[in-house]
């Protein structure tokens, strides 16, 4: 079984500052890890996913997650916030097969940019 | 990416009607379909997973015959709350997983539905 935990339901930056949105997870086999954003009323848009291969993972808009194994953690990272940025982040957790495998997702966090 | 187009984005129906969700992979074939449910403020609740083909399998708590699913082809999935109430007032996310693709899940916009 396969569970995420995010910690900060609301994590609040200044424009230009770090954003890191913490996920730790937990998985009895190796993970399948994702972020995803969504914006009001909207659906989900992936960020970055980890699958295999390099630990560090790029993502769009700027947005990288380092897959830390022995921390079971993949936290979330931007060096400089945008305004746009404002949004709702879920990280998610699978099992690394094929087929009706079913993400788990955080509780998710509210990235709030302050001008 | 993949694009999921979800039908309609709102609706507002009365308490007692059925409403019918359309969920579509545009561009690609999606073996599996599943379908979200999110409350406000919260994460979401996998309510089943839909097989093109086959029955749903439905999570724990989630009753069949109130949230019909069908996936009747490569492409489309539906959904139907039938004899809504306002407690199912919510809003309802689908995603397809593209058989070529590892792990990855592409959703669609979501549908607010409002029963009054």
């Known amino acids: 079984a396969q569970s995420v935990t995010q910690l900060g339901s609301h994590v609040s930056v200044s424009e230009g500052a770090l954003v890191l949105l913490r996920c730790n997870y937990s998985?009895?086999?190796?993970?399948?890890l994702f972020w995803y954003v969504q914006y009001p009323n909207q659906g989900l848009q992936l960020l970055l996913k980890y699958t295999t291969g390099a630990t560090l993972v790029k993502g769009i808009n700027g947005f990288e997650a380092e897959f830390k194994k022995s921390e079971t953690s993949f936290h979330l990272t931007k060096p400089s916030a945008h305004m746009s940025d404002a949004a709702e982040y879920f990280c998610?957790?699978?099992?690394?097969?094929?087929?009706?495998?079913?993400?788990?997702f955080g509780t998710g966090t509210r990235l709030t940019i302050i001008p | 990416g993949a694009v999921v187009s979800q039908h309609p984005s709102r609706v507002i129906c009365k308490s007692g009607t059925s409403v019918k969700i359309e969920c579509r992979s545009l561009?690609?074939?999606?073996?599996?379909m599943f379908w979200y449910r999110q409350f406000p403020k919260k994460s979401l609740m996998l309510m089943a997973t839909?097989?093109?083909?086959?029955?749903?399998?439905?999570e724990q708590g989630v009753e069949k015959d109130k949230f019909l699913i069908n996936h009747a082809s490569l492409t489309l999935s539906t959904l139907t709350v039938t004899s809504a109430h306002p407690e199912d007032s919510s809003f309802y996310i689908c995603s397809a997983r593209d058989r070529g693709q590892i792990g990855e899940a592409f959703f669609g916009q979501g549908t607010r539905l409002t029963v009054v």
């Open positions: 839909s097989n093109e083909g086959s029955k749903a399998t439905y």
């Open positions: 561009d690609f074939q999606a073996t599996t």
């Open positions: 998985s009895s086999v190796p993970p399948y």
């Open positions: 998610a957790v699978r099992a690394p097969n094929f087929g009706n495998e079913k993400l788990t």
